[in-house]
């Protein structure tokens, strides 16, 4: 299983997708659902990962996409199928099931 940590995954400064300013000066935490889709980015580039799951302190999740979207099915070392173990600072979007 990749380690985004160990591949040199982006890191999200505060704010981002687990906290969120509504109405301004409050801070929600929004959840990581089990089966949820989510995008990393590498390099600067968005990483898809879906089929979600909680694992030890982090998430597993198996890369589905990049984007830009094109025909790419490798990226820096990344390839479609692969299975990623992550942390919630290395996620920047997330779509609920």
């Known amino acids: 299983m990749l380690q985004a940590n160990e591949l040199g995954f982006d890191i999200r400064e505060r704010g981002g997708i687990l906290?969120?300013?509504?109405?301004?000066?409050?801070?929600?935490?929004?959840?990581?659902?089990?089966?949820?889709?989510?995008?990393?980015?590498?390099?600067?580039?968005?990483?898809i990962v879906q089929k979600v799951k909680y694992e030890s302190a982090g998430f597993i999740g198996t890369i589905v996409g990049f984007e830009p979207a094109g025909l790419d099915v490798e990226f820096e070392g990344v390839r479609l199928g692969d299975e990623i173990y992550f942390l919630d600072n290395h996620i920047f979007t997330c779509g609920h099931r």
């Open 19 to 47: 906290y969120e300013q509504v109405p301004p000066g409050q801070f929600f935490y929004i959840k990581v659902n089990e089966g949820d889709r989510v995008t990393l980015k590498k390099s600067g580039r968005m990483v």
